[in-house]
Protein backbone atom coordinates (compact mmCIF):
# COMPACT_ATOMS: atom_id res chain seq x y z
CA UNK A 1 0.00 0.00 0.00
CA UNK A 2 1.49 3.40 -0.84
CA UNK A 3 2.33 5.98 1.50
CA UNK A 4 1.61 9.17 -0.65
CA UNK A 5 -0.55 9.57 -3.56
CA UNK A 6 0.20 12.09 -6.34
CA UNK A 7 -2.13 14.61 -8.15
CA UNK A 8 -1.42 16.44 -11.37
CA UNK A 9 -4.34 19.07 -12.77
CA UNK A 10 -2.21 19.04 -16.61
CA UNK A 11 -3.04 22.32 -18.62
CA UNK A 12 -1.46 23.92 -21.90
CA UNK A 13 0.26 26.51 -19.38
CA UNK A 14 1.17 26.12 -15.09
CA UNK A 15 0.51 22.48 -13.86
CA UNK A 16 -0.42 22.21 -10.45
CA UNK A 17 0.83 19.09 -8.12
CA UNK A 18 -0.40 18.31 -5.21
CA UNK A 19 0.70 14.85 -2.85
CA UNK A 20 -1.63 13.54 0.05
CA UNK A 21 -0.56 11.06 2.59
CA UNK A 22 -2.51 7.95 3.60
CA UNK A 23 -4.90 9.84 5.65
CA UNK A 24 -5.82 12.06 3.04
CA UNK A 25 -3.67 14.95 4.53
CA UNK A 26 -2.27 17.29 2.29
CA UNK A 27 1.93 16.79 2.33
CA UNK A 28 3.33 18.72 -0.61
CA UNK A 29 1.68 21.32 -3.31
CA UNK A 30 3.64 22.62 -6.79
CA UNK A 31 2.87 24.61 -9.86
CA UNK A 32 4.79 23.63 -12.33
CA UNK A 33 5.34 24.26 -16.15
CA UNK A 34 5.87 21.54 -18.66
CA UNK A 35 9.33 21.81 -18.99
CA UNK A 36 12.43 19.88 -18.30
CA UNK A 37 13.08 21.69 -15.56
CA UNK A 38 9.09 21.26 -14.63
CA UNK A 39 9.74 17.71 -14.80
CA UNK A 40 12.58 17.63 -12.10
CA UNK A 41 10.87 19.55 -9.84
CA UNK A 42 7.92 16.78 -9.79
CA UNK A 43 10.85 13.94 -9.11
CA UNK A 44 12.74 16.04 -6.58
CA UNK A 45 9.42 16.53 -4.98
CA UNK A 46 8.54 13.15 -4.74
CA UNK A 47 12.06 11.94 -3.68
CA UNK A 48 11.77 14.33 -0.72
CA UNK A 49 8.65 13.46 0.94
CA UNK A 50 10.41 11.08 3.70
CA UNK A 51 13.84 10.40 4.69
CA UNK A 52 13.07 7.18 5.09
CA UNK A 53 15.61 4.65 3.07
CA UNK A 54 12.60 2.58 2.55
CA UNK A 55 10.63 5.07 0.35
CA UNK A 56 10.90 5.50 -3.43
CA UNK A 57 9.65 8.08 -5.22
CA UNK A 58 8.49 5.21 -7.98
CA UNK A 59 6.17 4.19 -5.09
CA UNK A 60 4.20 7.49 -5.45
CA UNK A 61 1.50 6.49 -8.20
CA UNK A 62 0.02 10.06 -10.42
CA UNK A 63 -3.47 10.42 -11.35
CA UNK A 64 -3.51 12.64 -14.24
CA UNK A 65 -6.72 13.47 -16.93
CA UNK A 66 -4.39 12.69 -19.86
CA UNK A 67 -2.11 10.01 -21.04
CA UNK A 68 -0.19 11.92 -23.88
CA UNK A 69 1.67 14.90 -22.42
CA UNK A 70 5.04 15.37 -22.70
CA UNK A 71 5.19 15.78 -19.05
CA UNK A 72 3.68 11.73 -19.15
CA UNK A 73 6.03 10.75 -21.34
CA UNK A 74 8.21 11.87 -19.61
CA UNK A 75 7.54 11.06 -15.68
CA UNK A 76 6.92 7.30 -18.38
CA UNK A 77 10.39 7.50 -19.20
CA UNK A 78 11.65 7.91 -15.27
CA UNK A 79 9.60 4.45 -14.80
CA UNK A 80 7.31 7.15 -12.74
CA UNK A 81 3.79 5.23 -12.43
CA UNK A 82 1.34 6.89 -14.10
CA UNK A 83 -2.59 6.69 -13.95
CA UNK A 84 -5.05 8.26 -16.62
CA UNK A 85 -8.03 8.76 -15.20
CA UNK A 86 -10.83 10.30 -17.72
CA UNK A 87 -12.15 13.74 -17.09
CA UNK A 88 -16.07 12.69 -16.86
CA UNK A 89 -14.59 10.37 -13.90
CA UNK A 90 -13.06 13.54 -12.12
CA UNK A 91 -15.93 15.80 -12.91
CA UNK A 92 -18.52 13.14 -11.05
CA UNK A 93 -16.06 12.59 -8.30
CA UNK A 94 -16.67 16.03 -7.32
CA UNK A 95 -20.01 15.43 -5.81
CA UNK A 96 -18.44 13.76 -3.27
CA UNK A 97 -16.31 16.97 -1.59
CA UNK A 98 -18.88 19.38 -2.78
CA UNK A 99 -22.60 19.89 -4.13
CA UNK A 100 -21.20 22.31 -7.05
CA UNK A 101 -19.84 20.04 -9.82
CA UNK A 102 -19.71 22.24 -12.27
CA UNK A 103 -17.03 24.41 -9.54
CA UNK A 104 -13.47 23.80 -10.36
CA UNK A 105 -10.17 25.05 -9.20
CA UNK A 106 -6.62 23.39 -10.09
CA UNK A 107 -5.21 23.34 -6.90
CA UNK A 108 -7.99 21.46 -5.79
CA UNK A 109 -8.18 19.33 -9.02
CA UNK A 110 -5.08 18.02 -8.03
CA UNK A 111 -5.84 17.11 -4.52
CA UNK A 112 -8.93 15.30 -5.74
CA UNK A 113 -6.87 13.02 -8.43
CA UNK A 114 -4.64 12.52 -5.39
CA UNK A 115 -7.73 11.30 -3.44
CA UNK A 116 -9.48 9.45 -6.41
CA UNK A 117 -6.68 7.03 -6.29
CA UNK A 118 -5.79 7.08 -2.32
CA UNK A 119 -9.66 5.60 -2.10
CA UNK A 120 -10.36 3.71 -5.14
CA UNK A 121 -6.78 3.26 -6.55
CA UNK A 122 -7.81 -0.85 -7.15
CA UNK A 123 -10.21 0.24 -9.64
CA UNK A 124 -7.92 2.29 -12.08
CA UNK A 125 -4.70 0.69 -13.75
CA UNK A 126 -1.17 2.46 -14.55
CA UNK A 127 -0.72 3.10 -17.86
CA UNK A 128 0.65 0.31 -19.70
CA UNK A 129 4.19 -0.30 -20.21
CA UNK A 130 4.55 -0.31 -23.99
CA UNK A 131 7.53 -0.73 -26.43
CA UNK A 132 9.40 2.60 -27.56
CA UNK A 133 8.20 0.54 -30.86
CA UNK A 134 4.99 -0.12 -30.63
CA UNK A 135 4.26 3.59 -29.67
CA UNK A 136 5.73 4.85 -32.74
CA UNK A 137 3.71 2.73 -34.57
CA UNK A 138 0.55 3.20 -33.09
CA UNK A 139 1.31 7.13 -34.26
CA UNK A 140 1.95 5.99 -37.59
CA UNK A 141 -1.37 3.52 -37.51
CA UNK A 142 -3.99 6.29 -36.23
CA UNK A 143 -2.89 8.90 -38.61
CA UNK A 144 -3.45 6.47 -41.36
CA UNK A 145 -6.63 6.22 -40.17
CA UNK A 146 -6.98 9.71 -40.05
CA UNK A 147 -5.90 10.08 -43.37
CA UNK A 148 -8.08 7.30 -44.94
CA UNK A 149 -11.44 9.36 -42.74
CA UNK A 150 -10.34 12.29 -44.46
CA UNK A 151 -9.96 10.69 -47.92
CA UNK A 152 -13.46 9.46 -47.24
CA UNK A 153 -14.87 13.01 -46.57
CA UNK A 154 -13.22 14.21 -49.56
CA UNK A 155 -14.39 11.98 -52.11
CA UNK A 156 -18.37 11.88 -50.42
CA UNK A 157 -17.92 15.73 -51.10
CA UNK A 158 -16.54 15.07 -54.67
CA UNK A 159 -19.74 13.05 -55.58
CA UNK A 160 -22.24 15.54 -54.27
CA UNK A 161 -20.52 18.24 -56.35
CA UNK A 162 -20.60 16.34 -59.20
CA UNK A 163 -24.21 15.10 -58.82
CA UNK A 164 -25.51 18.66 -59.15
CA UNK A 165 -23.71 19.47 -62.34
CA UNK A 166 -21.58 17.05 -63.94
CA UNK A 167 -23.46 13.52 -63.66
CA UNK A 168 -21.87 12.51 -66.66
CA UNK A 169 -18.50 12.00 -64.90
CA UNK A 170 -20.18 9.73 -62.20
CA UNK A 171 -21.74 7.42 -64.96
CA UNK A 172 -18.18 7.41 -67.10
CA UNK A 173 -17.30 5.12 -63.63
CA UNK A 174 -19.77 3.96 -62.17
CA UNK A 175 -19.31 0.13 -63.26
CA UNK A 176 -16.00 0.13 -63.07
CA UNK A 177 -13.64 -0.60 -59.93
CA UNK A 178 -13.26 2.48 -57.52
CA UNK A 179 -15.38 4.40 -59.82
CA UNK A 180 -14.36 8.01 -59.38
CA UNK A 181 -11.19 7.51 -57.25
CA UNK A 182 -10.05 5.60 -60.46
CA UNK A 183 -6.47 7.67 -61.67
CA UNK A 184 -8.34 7.92 -65.23
CA UNK A 185 -11.11 9.41 -63.95
CA UNK A 186 -9.60 11.89 -61.32
CA UNK A 187 -6.83 13.05 -64.75
CA UNK A 188 -10.06 13.63 -66.95
CA UNK A 189 -11.84 15.57 -63.89
CA UNK A 190 -8.93 17.54 -63.98
CA UNK A 191 -9.03 17.80 -67.72
CA UNK A 192 -12.11 18.84 -68.31
CA UNK A 193 -13.97 20.14 -64.85
CA UNK A 194 -17.35 21.14 -66.54
CA UNK A 195 -19.49 19.62 -68.81
CA UNK A 196 -18.81 22.65 -71.10
CA UNK A 197 -15.09 21.57 -71.72
CA UNK A 198 -15.59 18.01 -71.37
CA UNK A 199 -18.01 17.76 -74.57
CA UNK A 200 -15.21 19.79 -76.37
CA UNK A 201 -12.43 17.29 -76.00
CA UNK A 202 -11.11 15.74 -78.93
CA UNK A 203 -10.33 11.71 -78.99
CA UNK A 204 -6.71 12.34 -79.30
CA UNK A 205 -6.67 14.45 -75.91
CA UNK A 206 -8.78 11.81 -74.00
CA UNK A 207 -6.69 8.99 -75.28
CA UNK A 208 -3.22 11.00 -74.05
CA UNK A 209 -4.84 11.58 -70.80
CA UNK A 210 -5.97 7.81 -70.19
CA UNK A 211 -2.43 6.84 -71.08
CA UNK A 212 -0.99 9.43 -68.84
CA UNK A 213 -3.06 8.18 -66.08
CA UNK A 214 -1.53 4.67 -65.97
CA UNK A 215 -4.28 3.06 -68.92
CA UNK A 216 -2.33 0.29 -70.95
CA UNK A 217 -5.60 -1.56 -72.78
CA UNK A 218 -8.23 -0.75 -74.89
CA UNK A 219 -7.34 2.97 -74.41
CA UNK A 220 -8.72 3.65 -77.96
CA UNK A 221 -12.08 2.03 -77.24
CA UNK A 222 -12.26 3.51 -73.83
CA UNK A 223 -11.24 6.79 -75.01
CA UNK A 224 -14.48 6.48 -77.98
CA UNK A 225 -16.67 5.83 -75.20
CA UNK A 226 -16.35 8.63 -73.04
CA UNK A 227 -16.26 11.09 -76.00
CA UNK A 228 -19.61 9.83 -76.81
CA UNK A 229 -20.38 10.30 -73.36
CA UNK A 230 -19.40 13.55 -72.87
CA UNK A 231 -21.34 14.27 -75.77
CA UNK A 232 -24.46 13.40 -74.59
CA UNK A 233 -27.62 15.56 -74.24
CA UNK A 234 -27.64 16.34 -70.23
CA UNK A 235 -29.20 18.92 -67.60
CA UNK A 236 -27.04 21.90 -67.47
CA UNK A 237 -26.31 24.64 -64.61
CA UNK A 238 -25.90 28.41 -65.97
CA UNK A 239 -22.89 28.81 -67.62
CA UNK A 240 -21.37 30.91 -64.98
CA UNK A 241 -22.22 28.82 -62.28
CA UNK A 242 -21.21 25.56 -64.09
CA UNK A 243 -17.63 27.15 -64.32
CA UNK A 244 -17.87 28.42 -60.87
CA UNK A 245 -18.71 24.60 -59.72
CA UNK A 246 -15.91 23.50 -61.45
CA UNK A 247 -13.69 25.61 -59.87
CA UNK A 248 -15.00 24.14 -56.80
CA UNK A 249 -15.15 20.82 -57.70
CA UNK A 250 -10.86 21.03 -58.33
CA UNK A 251 -10.19 22.31 -55.20
CA UNK A 252 -12.45 19.32 -53.22
CA UNK A 253 -10.13 17.07 -55.92
CA UNK A 254 -7.00 18.33 -55.11
CA UNK A 255 -7.43 17.85 -51.63
CA UNK A 256 -9.04 14.60 -52.46
CA UNK A 257 -5.33 13.59 -54.22
CA UNK A 258 -3.40 14.77 -50.84
CA UNK A 259 -4.92 12.54 -49.09
CA UNK A 260 -4.74 9.90 -51.08
CA UNK A 261 -1.01 10.46 -51.54
CA UNK A 262 -1.14 10.85 -47.62
CA UNK A 263 -2.76 7.89 -46.43
CA UNK A 264 -0.56 5.91 -49.01
CA UNK A 265 2.47 6.59 -47.81
CA UNK A 266 1.49 6.47 -44.24
CA UNK A 267 0.07 2.69 -45.12
CA UNK A 268 3.55 1.73 -46.27
CA UNK A 269 4.99 3.27 -43.31
CA UNK A 270 3.48 1.99 -40.69
CA UNK A 271 3.13 -1.62 -42.56
CA UNK A 272 7.02 -1.45 -42.52
CA UNK A 273 6.86 -0.80 -38.68
CA UNK A 274 4.31 -3.19 -38.32
CA UNK A 275 6.64 -5.99 -39.82
CA UNK A 276 9.53 -5.00 -38.13
CA UNK A 277 7.38 -5.90 -34.73
CA UNK A 278 8.12 -9.36 -33.22
CA UNK A 279 4.27 -9.40 -32.70
CA UNK A 280 3.72 -9.05 -36.57
CA UNK A 281 4.13 -13.17 -37.05
CA UNK A 282 1.25 -13.91 -34.70
CA UNK A 283 -1.03 -11.65 -35.68
CA UNK A 284 -0.92 -12.22 -39.77
CA UNK A 285 -1.50 -15.80 -38.84
CA UNK A 286 -5.02 -15.13 -38.27
CA UNK A 287 -7.65 -15.31 -41.01
CA UNK A 288 -8.86 -12.02 -42.51
CA UNK A 289 -5.69 -10.01 -40.75
CA UNK A 290 -3.38 -8.50 -43.48
CA UNK A 291 -0.78 -5.21 -43.02
CA UNK A 292 -3.33 -2.66 -42.70
CA UNK A 293 -6.07 -4.17 -39.90
CA UNK A 294 -2.46 -6.03 -38.29
CA UNK A 295 -1.64 -2.88 -37.70
CA UNK A 296 -4.78 -1.27 -36.01
CA UNK A 297 -4.83 -4.56 -34.07
CA UNK A 298 -1.55 -4.12 -32.52
CA UNK A 299 -1.57 -0.47 -31.82
CA UNK A 300 -4.73 -0.45 -30.11
CA UNK A 301 -3.90 -3.64 -27.88
CA UNK A 302 -0.56 -2.78 -27.25
CA UNK A 303 2.63 -5.11 -26.33
CA UNK A 304 2.38 -4.85 -22.50
CA UNK A 305 2.18 -8.62 -21.29
CA UNK A 306 0.88 -7.38 -18.28
CA UNK A 307 -1.86 -5.11 -19.54
CA UNK A 308 -4.75 -7.94 -20.07
CA UNK A 309 -4.39 -11.30 -17.90
CA UNK A 310 -7.60 -12.80 -19.55
CA UNK A 311 -9.38 -12.68 -22.69
CA UNK A 312 -12.20 -11.65 -20.89
CA UNK A 313 -10.80 -8.78 -20.44
CA UNK A 314 -9.14 -7.84 -23.71
CA UNK A 315 -13.05 -8.72 -25.01
CA UNK A 316 -14.63 -6.12 -22.62
CA UNK A 317 -12.13 -3.47 -23.82
CA UNK A 318 -12.60 -4.01 -27.30
CA UNK A 319 -16.09 -3.52 -27.26
CA UNK A 320 -17.67 -7.36 -28.03
CA UNK A 321 -18.01 -8.54 -24.52
CA UNK A 322 -22.04 -8.70 -23.39
CA UNK A 323 -22.95 -6.24 -20.63
CA UNK A 324 -25.79 -7.75 -18.37
CA UNK A 325 -27.62 -5.03 -16.64
CA UNK A 326 -29.70 -6.39 -13.65
CA UNK A 327 -32.13 -4.37 -11.06
CA UNK A 328 -34.91 -6.50 -9.32
CA UNK A 329 -36.74 -8.23 -11.28
CA UNK A 330 -35.40 -6.78 -14.55
CA UNK A 331 -32.41 -8.22 -16.60
CA UNK A 332 -30.92 -7.50 -20.28
CA UNK A 333 -28.12 -8.11 -21.94
CA UNK A 334 -26.14 -5.46 -24.49
CA UNK A 335 -23.34 -4.60 -26.30
CA UNK A 336 -20.91 -2.01 -24.01
CA UNK A 337 -20.90 1.35 -25.72
CA UNK A 338 -18.02 2.51 -23.51
CA UNK A 339 -14.96 0.76 -25.22
CA UNK A 340 -11.89 1.60 -27.69
CA UNK A 341 -13.87 2.95 -30.72
CA UNK A 342 -10.76 2.19 -33.16
CA UNK A 343 -10.49 -1.57 -31.89
CA UNK A 344 -13.97 -2.15 -31.69
CA UNK A 345 -14.32 -0.99 -35.44
CA UNK A 346 -10.96 -2.73 -36.52
CA UNK A 347 -12.60 -5.96 -34.90
CA UNK A 348 -15.67 -5.53 -36.64
CA UNK A 349 -14.15 -5.60 -39.92
CA UNK A 350 -11.35 -8.38 -38.52
CA UNK A 351 -14.62 -10.58 -38.09
CA UNK A 352 -16.42 -9.59 -41.38
CA UNK A 353 -12.82 -10.35 -43.20
CA UNK A 354 -12.49 -14.17 -41.38
CA UNK A 355 -16.09 -14.97 -43.16
CA UNK A 356 -14.35 -15.99 -45.89
CA UNK A 357 -11.06 -17.29 -45.27
CA UNK A 358 -12.02 -19.42 -41.96
CA UNK A 359 -14.49 -22.44 -42.23
CA UNK A 360 -14.25 -22.33 -38.24
CA UNK A 361 -15.42 -18.46 -38.46
CA UNK A 362 -17.82 -19.11 -40.97
CA UNK A 363 -19.63 -21.93 -39.02
CA UNK A 364 -19.26 -19.80 -35.77
CA UNK A 365 -21.02 -17.11 -37.29
CA UNK A 366 -23.62 -18.91 -38.75
CA UNK A 367 -24.36 -21.02 -35.47
CA UNK A 368 -25.04 -17.12 -34.17
CA UNK A 369 -27.43 -16.12 -36.64
CA UNK A 370 -29.55 -19.34 -36.45
CA UNK A 371 -29.90 -18.86 -32.41
CA UNK A 372 -31.47 -15.44 -33.15
CA UNK A 373 -28.76 -12.95 -33.13
CA UNK A 374 -28.57 -10.27 -36.23
CA UNK A 375 -25.88 -9.42 -38.55
CA UNK A 376 -23.95 -7.30 -36.00
CA UNK A 377 -25.02 -9.29 -32.76
CA UNK A 378 -23.01 -12.29 -34.22
CA UNK A 379 -20.18 -10.55 -35.79
CA UNK A 380 -19.25 -8.86 -32.43
CA UNK A 381 -19.49 -12.72 -30.75
CA UNK A 382 -17.33 -14.01 -33.56
CA UNK A 383 -14.69 -11.26 -32.78
CA UNK A 384 -14.89 -12.05 -28.85
CA UNK A 385 -14.07 -15.65 -29.63
CA UNK A 386 -10.89 -14.35 -32.27
CA UNK A 387 -9.82 -11.79 -29.73
CA UNK A 388 -9.44 -14.58 -27.10
CA UNK A 389 -7.75 -17.20 -29.11
CA UNK A 390 -5.23 -13.97 -30.42
CA UNK A 391 -4.37 -13.00 -26.32
CA UNK A 392 -3.68 -16.96 -25.96
CA UNK A 393 -1.74 -16.95 -29.23
CA UNK A 394 0.25 -14.04 -27.49
CA UNK A 395 0.44 -15.08 -24.07
CA UNK A 396 2.19 -18.00 -24.88
CA UNK A 397 3.66 -17.09 -28.51
CA UNK A 398 1.67 -19.66 -30.37
CA UNK A 399 0.82 -18.98 -34.26
CA UNK A 400 -2.95 -19.61 -35.17
CA UNK A 401 -4.38 -22.90 -35.70
CA UNK A 402 -7.91 -23.18 -36.80
CA UNK A 403 -8.21 -26.81 -35.63
CA UNK A 404 -8.02 -25.54 -32.03
CA UNK A 405 -9.52 -22.22 -32.40
CA UNK A 406 -12.98 -23.91 -34.02
CA UNK A 407 -12.24 -27.61 -33.01
CA UNK A 408 -15.21 -29.59 -34.76
CA UNK A 409 -18.15 -30.22 -33.38
CA UNK A 410 -20.64 -32.80 -33.17
CA UNK A 411 -23.09 -31.33 -35.83
CA UNK A 412 -20.48 -31.03 -38.11
CA UNK A 413 -19.14 -33.89 -37.55
Known sequence: MPRFFCGIDWSEGWNDVAVIDA???LVAQARILETPKGHKQVLSLLSGLST????SRRQVPIAIETGRSLLVAALLKARQPVIAINPTIVANYRGRVSPAKKRKSDRSDAQLLANIIRTDGHMHRPLPAHSEQLLALTELSRAHSHAVRQQQYYLRRLRSQLRVYYPAALQAWASLPKKILRPEARAMLHLAPTPAQAAKLKHRQIADTLAAAGRTRLITDEADRLRELFRQPQLRQRPAVEEAMGTAMLSTLACLDRADRLAATLEAEATEAFMAHPQAKIYCSFPGVGPVLGVRLLAEIGDDPNRFTSGRGLRAYAGVAPLTWSSGGSRSVTHRKIANK????TCHLWAFAS?????GARAHYDRRREVGDRYAAALRNLSGRLLS???HCLA????????VAFPPTPLDA
Open 52 to 55: SQRH
Open 355 to 359: LTRSP
Open 23 to 25: QGA
Open 396 to 403: HDLLYQEE
Open 342 to 345: RLKV
Open 389 to 391: CLH
